[in-house]
C-alpha cells in the first residue's frame, strides 16, 4: 500500500512541452528521404543503410541515388569498420571549406565590402583581409561568406566619388586612406571613377612628401634665371 511506484506519468505541462513528430508514408525514394532528414549524418547514414542492414549491391545504391558507387564502398566499409562514428567524420569538402572558422569581423568586413563596391572580385577581397587581418582566406571561403554571410553593416558608399569631393586635399586623402587598407590601384580608379594614372600620381606624393603631398602645388613659375657674363654685357649695352 505504502510503496511509491517506479515511475509516474508526466504532468500535463510536460506532457504540452513534448515535441510532436509528423506522421508520413514510408518511402524508398532518395529525393524524398533527403528532404525528411534534418542532419547530415542522417542523411549520410540513410544513404548507407541499404548496404550495411540488408546488404543490397552499392552499384544498385548508386543508380537510385546517383552518388558513385566507389564512394559508397568506401563509406560503407568505414561503417563496418567503425560504426555510427565514422558518420561524424568530415568530408573532403568541409574540410577544405575554413569559411565559417574566420573570425566574425572578418566575415563582417568581407560582405561590406561587397555591398560598397560590387566589381570587388573574390581575391581582391582577400586580399584586403589580409591587410587587414593578417590572414587571407580562399576565393572560396569569401565566396561562401557572400552567400550565407552576416547582413551589412553598411548601405552605401563611404566616400563620394572622385569628382564630387569638393576639397581636393580631400580627394587625394581619399586614395591614400582606400590604397592603406588594402585596395588596388585598378579598385580605387574604378570605385572613385578616376584613371589608374592619377591613382599612381596621387601615391607617388603621398609617398614623398606624405600630407603635403596632398595639398595643391603653386601653378607660379618659380623657376631660377641663370644671368651669365654675355647676358650682363647686353643689358649693360641696352
Same mark, same amino acid.
Given at each position: 500500500m505504502g510503496r511509491s511506484r517506479p515511475w509516474s506519468f508526466p504532468f500535463k505541462e510536460e506532457v504540452a512541452s513534448m515535441p510532436t513528430r509528423v506522421q508520413r508514408a514510408h518511402t524508398e525514394e532518395w529525393s524524398q528521404i533527403t528532404q525528411l532528414c534534418l542532419w547530415p549524418e542522417q542523411r549520410k547514414y540513410e544513404l548507407l543503410r541499404p548496404l550495411v542492414l540488408y546488404g543490397d549491391l552499392p552499384a544498385d545504391r548508386a543508380r537510385e541515388?546517383?552518388? *558513385?558507387?566507389? /564512394?559508397?564502398r568506401e563509406q560503407a566499409d568505414q561503417f563496418d569498420a567503425e560504426g555510427v562514428i565514422s558518420l561524424f567524420r568530415p568530408t573532403q569538402?568541409? !574540410?577544405?571549406?575554413?569559411? %565559417?572558422? !574566420?573570425p566574425p569581423p572578418m566575415r563582417q568586413a568581407i560582405v561590406d565590402l561587397k555591398t560598397? $563596391?560590387?566589381?570587388?572580385?573574390l581575391r581582391?577581397?582577400?586580399?584586403?583581409? $589580409? &591587410? @587587414?587581418?593578417? %590572414? /587571407?582566406? *580562399?576565393?572560396? *571561403?569569401? @565566396?561562401? &561568406?557572400l552567400a550565407d554571410g552576416p547582413r551589412p553593416s553598411i548601405k552605401g558608399r563611404r566616400y563620394p566619388r572622385y569628382a564630387d569631393i569638393p576639397d581636393s586635399a580631400a580627394r587625394r586623402h581619399a586614395v591614400v586612406a582606400l590604397h592603406a587598407e588594402g585596395w588596388n590601384p585598378t579598385n580605387?580608379? +574604378? $570605385?572613385?571613377?578616376? *584613371?589608374?594614372?592619377? &591613382? $599612381?600620381?596621387?601615391?607617388? /606624393?603621398?609617398?614623398?612628401? +606624405? &600630407?603635403?603631398? !596632398?595639398?595643391?602645388?603653386s601653378r607660379a613659375n618659380t623657376r631660377k634665371r641663370v644671368?651669365? =657674363?654675355? !647676358?650682363?654685357?647686353? =643689358?649693360?649695352k641696352l
Open positions: 541515388t546517383g552518388v *558513385s558507387e566507389r /564512394r559508397l569538402k568541409q !574540410l577544405k571549406d575554413h569559411h %565559417r572558422s !574566420l560598397e $563596391y560590387a566589381a570587388f572580385g581582391d577581397i582577400a586580399a584586403i583581409c $589580409y &591587410v @587587414q587581418f593578417g %590572414r /587571407r582566406p *580562399s576565393p572560396t *571561403s569569401v @565566396q561562401q &561568406v580605387i580608379a +574604378g $570605385y572613385l571613377d578616376i *584613371s589608374r594614372v592619377t &591613382v $599612381y600620381d596621387v601615391l607617388r /606624393r603621398w609617398e614623398a612628401e +606624405g &600630407v603635403d603631398g !596632398l595639398a595643391d602645388k644671368v651669365d =657674363v654675355a !647676358l650682363k654685357q647686353e =643689358v649693360r
